[in-house]
């Protein structure tokens, strides 16, 4: 065990030493996260569909009836539930099932009979502000349509104002679509480097004759699978480093104290993405095929997470998909840290998730390396 440990040590140094002779990448590492940070976070902005809205009717009448069931005709908006109490409601956004709650006040009809008009409330969950913007926005369209289209069968001219909906945007009041992209950013830093440097890595070895060496050496297979992860990590980690601070010094967040967490997350993460990188090296002939195979798939799993585009937009067969993609719990665990101040406790399940996938990656890294025949 000693000689693996001075072997895993050793070839990390070997590793290492390979790649910061490479000035491209060291510059990558460097200057990449900040150009991500900086730049990349103000460019994406795209639509949404499915917003799922619940409704809690405390007026029970027929405007709030046909408010009810002109939400569910929207087009967008999607009733997802009829709740009691705001409380209810609440319950549902809190474990991810709504976007919006609309709340239809007590004697909100009666009110547009006198001067004191009764306004819908709508909660807004602004952890994803796509979603949360273009929601609200669907929701307040078909509420004025709504109340308009009612008073006219009424025989009476209403003309309702934005005014009678009162909006709070919970997680993000703001509605800052930055805080939104610093997630976006830091898993586009992990992708970008990942790929980056397994890709290099396995280029070099080859081009050097660093490989027929490796395969004539007496060191087991698992400790060259294993230094070969924790070196592309330890590059990784320089990149992190250089991302979350960017991200602190450049608009102040996350809260200090979330740093662990955050490291928590993004390690999980960039210890899968080098194994499964080692394993499609493996099951392929030469580092050209692998290197391809790693960009696309890394790229699918990325575009499928929901980093920039709703997840729940996307086709069903697609959404099911993700249960076994680990860029999507990346995001959803860091969408929490960030933009709801989760803590460790609130993130189980997703971190669980990744270090299972974590396992089997390195599992299936280690079962599938041979030393290949001269």
Request: charged content about 15%; hydrophobic content about 50%.
């Amino acid at each position: 065990m000693k000689n693996s440990l001075i072997g895993i040590l050793a070839l990390i140094e070997k590793e290492l030493k390979q790649l910061f002779r490479n000035k491209m990448l060291v510059a990558m590492l460097l200057f990449f996260p900040v150009l991500a940070v900086f730049v990349i976070m103000r460019i994406y902005n795209f639509d949404v569909k499915n917003v799922n809205v619940a409704v809690v009717d405390a007026d029970r009448s027929a405007l709030s009836a046909m408010l009810t069931d002109g939400l569910d005709h929207s087009g967008r908006v999607t009733l997802y539930a009829n709740c009691t109490t705001y409380n209810e409601a609440f319950d549902l956004m809190e474990r991810g099932d709504i976007d919006c709650i609309a709340v239809f006040p007590k004697g909100l009809e009666s009110s547009y009979f006198s001067s004191n008009r009764q306004k819908v409330q709508l909660s807004v969950k602004a952890v994803d502000i796509t979603r949360g913007l273009l929601g609200a926005k669907s929701i307040q369209k078909s509420v004025l349509t709504t109340i308009s289209k009612y008073f006219k069968q009424q025989g009476i001219d209403v003309q309702p104002k934005d005014e009678v909906i009162s909006e709070i945007n919970l997680y993000n009041p703001t509605m800052d679509y930055l805080l939104f992209m610093v997630s976006v950013a830091l898993l586009t830093i992990a992708f970008t480097v990942c790929s980056n440097v397994s890709v290099n890595s396995m280029f070099n070895e080859e081009v050097s004759g660093v490989a027929e060496l490796m395969n004539v050496s007496p060191l087991r297979p698992w400790v060259l699978v294993v230094a070969k992860i924790l070196s592309c990590y330890i590059a990784e980690l320089i990149a992190m480093t250089v991302g979350i601070a960017s991200s602190y010094f450049g608009y102040g967040m996350p809260d200090i104290h979330s740093f662990g967490v955050v490291f928590i997350i993004y390690s999980l993460y960039i210890l899968g993405v080098p194994a499964f990188a080692v394993f499609i090296n493996n099951i392929t002939s030469n580092p050209m095929q692998a290197s391809i195979l790693i960009i696309a798939f890394l790229s699918i799993s990325q575009n499928m997470s929901g980093f920039l585009t709703p997840s729940e937009s996307m086709v069903e067969w697609m959404q099911r998909l993700n249960i076994i993609n680990p860029a999507y719990y990346a995001i959803v665990a860091l969408r929490s840290v960030y933009m709801k101040g989760a803590g460790l406790i609130d993130i189980l399940r997703p971190l669980g998730v990744l270090a299972v996938q974590c396992v089997v990656l390195w599992t299936l890294a280690i079962c599938t390396f041979k030393k290949r025949q001269l």
